[in-house]
T-cell receptor, first 109, second 115 residues
Framework: TQLLEQSPQFLSIQEGENLTVYCNSS?????LQWYRQEPGEGPVLLVT?????EVKKLKRLTFQFGDARKDSSLHITAAQPGDTGLYLC?????????FGAGTTVTVRA | GAGVSQSPSNKVTEKGKDVELRCDPI?????LYWYRQRLGQGLEFLIY????????KSGLPSDRFSAERTGESVSTLTIQRTQQEDSAVYLC?????????????FGPGTRLTVL
């Protein structure tokens, strides 16, 4: 089993603040994906990172894949209440995804 | 409405009963996955279907769990003799391609409660 650990488990911040979520593993993945899940819905893909050291930006979200392709981070700048949700990282190997337990982010207005 | 759909959205059953959960994938998606998500936890892989290949059942937690898929369309997940620990959200996902950019599209899930 290839395990992904996410930290922190919960994060509550004020609107306008920045936040970072971490995803770590001892395993190497062919790619790493970040999903966001809202209550009562399935996860929705935010980004896929493939190359070690890769950085991708999606508006106020910045995703980084570690050089060794074992870890990743998600940074949100100037968080807004609409960023509230469960953020899940998932490491891909072959056709499977191994998911972390998720980080619940709450952005207070 | 081209997304993945699942039914029922909620299911409450008594311990020992059988339940059947349904997933309609996105048309044309050859790959289909079932996951289980317990409260406060990540997604746990259950089973994978790809076209006409033999399914990967390595994630099924016990022989009470089984799943079928008709061609490249509907899939059903059956849990026999349900136990309280089976209570969870069961998510289905489908994807078009396999590879590092494999994007899985998820349905809204079925929330199963076993009393």
């Amino acid at each position: 089993t290839q395990l992904l650990e996410q930290s922190p488990q919960f994060l509550s911040i004020q609107e306008g603040e920045n936040l970072t979520v971490y995803c770590n593993s001892s395993s190497v993945f062919s790619s790493l994906q970040w999903y966001r899940q809202e209550p009562g819905e399935g996860p929705v893909l935010l980004v896929t990172v493939v190359t070690g050291g890769e950085v991708k930006k999606l508006k106020r979200l910045t995703f980084q894949f570690g050089d060794a392709r074992k870890d990743s981070s998600l940074h949100i700048t100037a968080a807004q209440p609409g960023d509230t949700g469960l953020y899940l990282c998932a490491g891909a190997y072959d056709y499977k995804l191994s998911f972390g337990a998720g980080t619940t982010v709450t952005v207070r207005a | 409405g081209a997304g993945v759909s699942q039914s029922p959205s909620n299911k409450v059953t008594e311990k020992g009963k059988d339940v059947e959960l349904r997933c309609d994938p996105i048309s044309g998606h050859t790959a289909l996955y079932w996951y289980r998500q317990r409260l406060g936890q990540g997604l746990e892989f259950l089973i994978y279907f790809q076209g006409n290949s033999a399914p990967d059942k390595s994630g099924l937690p016990s022989d009470r769990f089984s799943a079928e898929r008709t061609g490249e369309s509907v899939s059903t997940l059956t849990i026999q003799r349900t136990q309280q620990e089976d209570s969870a959200v069961y998510l289905c996902a489908s994807s078009l391609a396999v590879g590092p950019y494999n994007e899985q599209f998820f349905g809204p899930g079925t929330r199963l409660t076993v009393l």
